[in-house]
């Protein structure tokens, strides 16, 4: 089974600073077929269902802040908050998904807090 | 506006079954793969079972294969999820989720149904 690990799993960050948090999975989600890394970032708000923030690894879902990106490719991938606001506090999921046999697995969460 | 409204959740206890149910509005049905994602109390999010737009591929978590059964009605817009044998460790929000398919994500999910397995 295909195993995201997300780093680290909490992070205290000042308003206005930079927040990074990254993910780790055990095999590549690049798709040779269509050069896509099949690897999306969620928001999950206490009370609410997640949202989805990115998606291909780096494609922001429409009405997603630009504040909002993600990076990487194959195994390791990041997601960024430029400039961490109060709305922002959320534990953030990465998801990956896998073709044969059908899977979808989600990294453990960091829980995004203001320092 | 997406609508998914999940219900059918409860208190069951061990070996018992459920059976959730999602209504879906605001969007074509039958166009769409539907899924299940369940959270455990203060937990992370787990992948359960996923079903083709016309129910030819389906899958499931290693932790449900067996137990849990995905299924669709569209002509009712509705997603099913029937519990068999629940286990304590099936306790959890359950959350219907619709899939868009060219990227595999979840782009829209319902607010979830509470499943609870105790004696």
């Known amino acids: 089974d295909i195993v995201m690990t997300q780093s680290p799993d909490s992070l205290a960050v000042s308003l206005g600073e930079r927040a990074t948090i990254n993910c780790k999975s055990s095999?590549?989600?690049?798709?040779?077929?269509?050069?896509?890394?099949?690897l999306a970032w969620y928001q999950q708000k206490p009370g609410q269902p997640p949202k989805l923030l990115i998606y291909?690894?780096?494609t922001r879902e429409s009405g997603v802040p630009d504040r909002f990106s993600g990076s990487g490719s194959g195994t390791d991938f990041t997601l960024t908050i430029s400039s961490l606001q109060a709305e922002d506090v959320a534990v953030y999921y990465c998801?990956?998904?896998?073709?044969?046999?059908?899977?979808?697995?989600f990294g453990q969460g960091t829980k995004l807090e203001i320092k | 506006e997406v609508q998914l409204v999940e219900s059918g959740g409860g208190l069951v206890q061990p070996g018992r079954s459920l059976r959730l149910s999602c209504a879906a509005s605001?969007?074509?049905?039958?166009?769409?793969?539907m899924h299940w994602v369940r959270q455990a109390p203060g937990k992370g999010l787990e992948w359960v079972s996923g079903?083709?737009?016309?129910?030819?591929?389906?899958g499931y978590a290693d932790s449900v294969k067996g137990r849990f059964t995905i299924s669709r009605d569209n002509a009712k817009n509705s997603l099913y999820l029937q519990m068999n044998s629940l286990r304590a460790e099936d306790t959890a929000l359950y959350y219907c989720?619709?899939?868009?398919?060219?990227?595999?994500?979840?782009?829209?999910w319902g607010q979830g149904t509470l499943v609870t397995v105790s004696s």
């Open positions: 989720a619709k899939l868009e398919v060219g990227a595999h994500t979840f782009d829209y």
């Open positions: 998801q990956q998904y896998y073709s044969t046999p059908l899977m979808y697995t």
């Open positions: 291909w690894a780096s």
């Open positions: 605001g969007f074509t049905f039958d166009d769409y793969a």
């Open positions: 079903i083709s737009w016309n129910s030819g591929s389906i």
């Open positions: 095999q590549s989600v690049l798709y040779s077929s269509n050069n896509k890394n099949y």
